[in-house]
């Protein structure tokens, strides 16, 4: 049974350490000796049900990455640098706002409309419509837009490595279950030889043909073996409960979790590794999502600067407003109903003399009303259009400091992109001298085991003719369980290795 993981599923740096991980628990289950827990991320229980069944790689991969919190969180990173571009390309457009503002002023004050003092209490109200568009302000617009854009895709890397660390630590997760079912499976085995053995001991001992310290060597290789059958089943209760963790299921709802053992080849059976170092790490270096965000942050960097340098540039922006306003003290006059009877004397020249004639008028009376609100909006309209030129001479410095500062960001981001590749490099080389160190030892393990057993098989035979004292014949037993535990140590070491280097290939991933 094969099962694959797509090329972009692994990251280089998480592979080496679980590769790392990945031989501390092959050297523990060689000793027998009980490991910490392994690391994993936060884990709440999911909603739905566990799904039932044998788990394969792919399935365990899949399910991890739809329940995972540190990819959802990746997504809405990626979401939140999206809605930042939105709102950079929405700066191109004008900018509209209205406003009101209501006030009342008590006791002497300025007229909001006639800007003559008045000793009395005013009710104002003040509307405007603004509307602005910037014309030119040191390209800083287009360029912040370039640099958000920069940012959204490698916000969109970043979910890609989110996935792809995740991938990797599931696959690395399930291998150490695979290994850890495997170590139980052998130590049982064991268990059941040795068990085998002290019944015959107890006949050889009624027989009289080994004395009695040699049934009490059995029993307490015996116990020794039982007591490595709890110690890996433990590693493996262990790496059952990391992989549940990766998956982010509850360990209280998988009661029947279990995973589909695939057949693995042994190393031997593929000639000697051989592998182009260079064309490896530019295939590489083209695949990661790592890389290209780190690419993509050192372009951001850029842009930054440039956007920095656009403080040393003027400012223009065209404005247009449009306002009028209401005042409660505001009137106008109105002729009334009623007059007022008026009598002028005027003088007339009759021959010379003066002569007055009274004359009777009537007049009628002006008074003042309020003005309406309404009236006094229609009438105090005003458009005012006006063109704003900044031209930025000393402003403490701040510009020049935020070139000096972007710079220097930019610098940082290269440098981190020139480390992202040598750890990438490094990482190849590394994974390529192990898997070739793994590949030799597994050989040597195997021509000790073939040895070992035989060995073993005469010790036994020695043993059970009295030929051989229990202590030298366990010691030729641990030395055959030794060498087992390094033949599947290195198998499981160049498995995993082989699969990094496919994967750095371009390969896919399968088990």
């Given at each position: 049974m094969k099962t694959r993981i797509p090329i972009a599923a692994y990251s280089p740096r998480a592979l080496a350490l679980a590769g790392l991980g990945l031989n501390l628990l092959l050297?523990?289950?060689?000793?027998?000796?009980?490991?910490?827990?392994?690391?994993?991320?936060?884990?709440?229980?999911?909603?739905?049900?566990?799904?039932?069944?044998?788990?394969?790689?792919?399935?365990?991969?899949?399910?991890?990455?739809?329940?995972?919190?540190?990819?959802?969180?990746?997504?809405?990173?990626?979401?939140?640098?999206?809605?930042?571009?939105?709102?950079?390309?929405?700066?191109?457009?004008?900018?509209?706002?209205?406003?009101?503002?209501?006030?009342?002023?008590?006791?002497?004050?300025?007229?909001p409309l006639t800007y003559e003092f008045q000793n009395s209490t005013v009710r104002a109200n003040n509307f405007a419509g603004v509307a602005q568009l910037t014309l030119f302000q040191g390209f800083q617009l287009r360029n912040t837009i370039r640099r958000n854009d920069l940012d959204y895709k490698a916000s969109l890397a970043d979910i890609e490595k989110a996935r792809n660390d995740l991938s990797l630590n599931v696959a690395s997760a399930f291998l150490q279950l695979v290994l850890a079912q495997e170590l139980v499976r052998a130590n049982q085995t064991r268990v059941a030889s040795d068990q085998e053995q002290i019944a015959r001991t107890k006949i050889l001992l009624k027989a009289g043909s080994i004395p009695e310290s040699t049934l009490l060597d059995s029993q307490s290789?015996?116990?020794?073996?039982?007591?490595?059958?709890?110690?890996?089943?433990?590693?493996?209760?262990?790496?059952?409960l990391?992989?549940?963790?990766?998956?982010?299921?509850?360990?209280?709802?998988?009661?029947g979790f279990a995973i589909a053992v695939p057949q693995l080849p042994d190393p031997d059976e593929e000639g000697t590794l051989a592998l182009d170092l260079n064309a490896t790490y530019q295939t590489a270096a083209s695949n990661l999502p790592e890389?290209?965000?780190?690419?993509?942050?050192?372009?951001?960097?850029?842009?930054?600067?440039?956007?920095?340098?656009?403080?040393?540039?003027?400012?223009?922006?065209?404005?247009?407003?449009v306002f009028s306003g209401y005042s409660s003290v505001r009137t106008v006059?109105?002729?009334?109903?009623?007059?007022?009877?008026?009598?002028?004397?005027?003088?007339?020249?009759?021959?010379?003399?003066?002569?007055?004639?009274?004359?009777?008028?009537?007049?009628?009376?002006i008074i003042s009303l309020p003005q309406g609100f309404w009236d006094q909006l229609d009438k105090n309209l005003g458009q005012q259009v006006a063109l704003q030129l900044n031209i930025p001479i000393l402003n403490g410095l701040q510009v020049r400091t935020g070139v000096q500062r972007a710079v220097i960001n930019e610098q940082a981001q290269t440098v981190r992109a020139e480390q992202a590749r040598l750890t990438l490099r490094q990482s190849i080389e590394q994974a390529y001298a192990?898997?070739?160190?793994?590949?030799?030892?597994?050989?040597?393990?195997?021509?000790?085991?073939?040895?070992?057993?035989?060995?073993?098989?005469?010790?036994?035979?020695?043993?059970?003719?009295?030929?051989?004292?229990?202590?030298?014949?366990?010691?030729?037993?641990?030395?055959?369980?030794?060498?087992?535990?390094?033949?599947?140590?290195a198998k499981y070491s160049f498995i995993f290795r082989r699969k990094v280097l496919d994967f750095y290939q371009g390969k896919p991933l399968s088990l």
């Open positions: 050297a523990s289950a060689a000793q027998a000796q009980t490991p910490a827990a392994p690391a994993a991320p936060p884990s709440s229980a999911p909603a739905q049900a566990v799904p039932t069944g044998p788990w394969t790689l792919q399935g365990a991969v899949d399910y991890a990455l739809a329940h995972n919190l540190n990819v959802r969180l990746s997504e809405l990173q990626a979401q939140n640098n999206q809605q930042v571009l939105r709102q950079s390309r929405a700066a191109l457009l004008p900018s509209v706002n209205l406003s009101g503002s209501q006030s009342w002023q008590y006791g002497t004050s300025v007229n290789q015996l116990a020794t073996d039982e007591l490595n059958v709890v110690t890996a089943q433990n590693q493996a209760d262990l790496a059952r990391s992989l549940l963790q990766f998956m982010n299921i509850d360990p209280a709802n998988a009661g890389i290209r965000a780190a690419e993509l942050r050192v372009q951001s960097a850029r842009r930054g600067t440039d956007l920095a340098r656009g403080g040393y540039y003027p400012r223009l922006a065209l404005t247009g407003q006059n109105s002729i009334g109903t009623d007059s007022t009877a008026r009598r002028t004397t005027f003088f007339v020249n009759n021959g010379g003399v003066q002569t007055p004639l009274s004359v009777l008028t009537y007049q009628r009376n192990d898997a070739r160190a793994a590949q030799l030892q597994y050989a040597a393990a195997k021509r000790q085991v073939v040895a070992l057993t035989l060995t073993q098989r005469n010790s036994e035979i020695r043993f059970n003719n009295g030929l051989l004292n229990g202590t030298e014949f366990n010691i030729a037993k641990n030395n055959l369980t030794f060498a087992e535990s390094n033949r599947i140590q």
